[in-house]
């Protein structure tokens, strides 16, 4: 495929986008890449505190499970011990034994009981939670808990017997394996909170998890509570004045019921990553961004310097093109001007003699007169033609002086003042400060002379022509504009060119001429015409050593 001249320097901007987009898009799936696995390493360290959480709760609830066992096989060993025992050998072993409830279910051995805390009022509700708990079974909630009790029934060889002892041990110990004990040690790992929630509230966590959201304005909550367990779900939360990345799942709970587990850590670091890889990105847009302004920069002044180029080209070609031309219309002149020029001269003198040495009577000398004043006039003419035509194809050698602008067109006008007053028309100069140019006196006249001519013959009797001209440091810029008839566009095109007229007794010579004598001064000339409004010819001539540039 061919790529045109035009098109190539839009393909830098192109390319730079291309290559920008590319290093924007590959940078940015890149640093997804090590996001996804900072995000990763993030969410495998909260699912192995969860882990730990779970493994821990696991370890404690056994450890509860051996705990409450060993104290019911205590229970019952004192029992066995008590049960054959009356009088002070019972007392001195309750005593020693540390018992703080021994009595019989069977009336008749209240004598031999022994209530120790418990009041009168509390031992029938007592004794009733004791005798619906199955036989050799723990019991420590009820009355045996607002006592600071555990108590047990055994159903020894006589009767059933009820067994209480002091509970505060027990639940000592199982104060320090519980949950609340157990997160405890968690906190220390850098993890901003651990939590075990359900819907009546915080279960057990660390010192400060009652910040944490509740569960009727959460909705994860209820997700992660139907979770397998050990499936974590992720999301990041505002806590404090940062950031965590909360895991959350179910727990189960020692009673069966389930609840969730709450695990944040510190995600400053991940932000902080997450913030740098968008200021990276950023930057990398932006220098994206600015490689393209400045390779459209570039491709906008190689345009424009291509554009010069390609228009400097093509006014050499126009050059050469009317140069041919107007070397064809020379030799086309010289062939003309050898072919009528002397037939040309003999016209005039014959006209001179017939003027100068015949008579005629005194009532045909008015015609004759005339007749011998249309024959020179004529002859004049077709000599101008073809002098015009001479010029045309004539080489041009300018002798290019410096002289003041203001004097050099007053000058020009002069002779077409007095035409114009013959005509009744008249032409207004107006001049806009005054300076030097340099160029070539004469043929400047002519360039005049053709162009107010022509305005001169557009414009009607009391019409009027405006010229203005401002010499400067940049050249002499100079307008002609006449309040004639105008032409369209089509027309404007037509007049232009070589032997294209709008005059009767006009050879389309004029224009074409002062626009050549313009040009091989290094100016231009460009015309401005609309129907109704007249004609505005421009020119300029730059200075001399600019018109040698170009």
Request: proline letters at 4%; one cysteine or more; aromatic letters at 4%.
């Amino acid at each position: 495929m061919r790529v045109s001249r035009s098109a190539v320097p839009w393909m830098v901007p192109l390319f730079a986008a291309i290559i920008g987009v590319a290093v924007v898009a590959t940078a940015r799936l890149q640093q997804q890449q090590l996001m996804t696995e900072v995000t990763r390493s993030f969410q495998h360290e909260v699912e192995l505190l969860a882990q730990l959480v779970y493994e821990s709760a696991q370890r404690a609830g056994d450890s509860v499970d051996a705990l409450y066992a060993l104290a019911e096989e205590q229970l019952g060993l004192t029992a066995r011990a008590l049960e054959p025992l009356r009088g002070d050998g019972l007392r001195r072993t309750i005593v020693r034994e540390q018992v703080a409830v021994w009595a019989g279910f069977a009336p008749d051995a209240a004598a031999d009981g022994y209530w120790g805390p418990v009041t009168a009022e509390t031992r029938a509700t007592l004794s009733a939670e004791i005798a619906d708990a199955d036989a050799d079974t723990l019991v420590d909630d009820g009355v045996a808990a607002q006592l600071g009790l555990i108590c047990t029934r055994l159903d020894l060889i006589d009767r059933p017997w009820l067994l209480c002892k002091d509970g505060a041990p027990l639940r000592n110990m199982r104060r320090q394996l519980g949950l609340g004990e157990l997160l405890g040690p968690i906190a220390q790992r850098g993890i901003s909170y651990a939590a075990i929630q359900d819907a009546s509230g915080i279960i057990a966590g660390t010192a400060d998890c009652f910040a944490l959201s509740q569960w009727a304005s959460d909705p994860a909550l209820a997700r992660a509570q139907i979770r397998e367990r050990g499936q974590l779900v992720f999301r990041e939360l505002a806590w404090g004045a940062g950031t965590v990345l909360e895991g959350s799942g179910s727990f189960p709970l020692p009673d069966g019921s389930i609840a969730v587990l709450r695990v944040g850590i510190d995600a400053a670091p991940l932000v902080a990553l997450r913030r740098e890889i968008k200021t990276h990105l950023l930057a990398l847009a932006a220098i994206a961004a600015l490689l393209v302004v400045l390779a459209t920069a570039v491709a906008l002044f190689w345009g424009f310097a291509q554009k010069r180029q390609l228009a400097h080209e093509r006014a050499l070609a126009a050059r050469d093109e009317a140069q041919r031309r107007w070397q064809a219309i020379g030799q086309m002149a010289a062939t003309v001007a050898h072919e009528v020029r002397n037939p040309l001269n003999t016209l005039q003198m014959a006209a001179q003699r017939l003027a100068r040495e015949f008579a005629v009577a005194p009532a045909e000398r008015g015609d004759f007169d005339e007749l011998v004043g249309v024959l020179r006039s004529e002859a004049d003419r077709v000599n101008r033609v073809v002098g015009d035509f001479l010029e045309l194809g004539r080489p041009l050698t300018l002798q290019r002086e410096r002289v003041t602008a203001s004097e050099v067109v007053q000058e020009a006008i002069a002779p077409l003042r007095l035409r114009a007053e013959q005509e009744r028309k008249s032409i207004v100069v107006d001049q806009v400060g005054d300076g030097t140019v340099s160029l070539d006196r004469r043929r400047f006249a002519q360039v005049i002379n053709n162009l107010v001519g022509n305005a001169l013959d557009a414009v009607s009797e009391n019409g009027r022509i405006s010229i203005s001209h401002r010499c400067h440091a940049a050249g002499l810029d100079l307008e002609i504009a006449d309040d004639g008839p105008g032409m369209d566009a089509a027309l404007l095109e037509r007049v232009q060119q070589p032997f294209v007229t709008t005059k009767a007794h006009g050879t389309g010579l004029g224009l074409p001429l002062a626009r050549r004598l313009v040009e091989a001064h290094g100016g231009t000339l460009t015309l401005e015409s609309r129907p109704g409004h007249g004609t505005t010819i421009r020119l300029f001539i730059p200075p001399e050593e600019d018109a040698h540039a170009s």
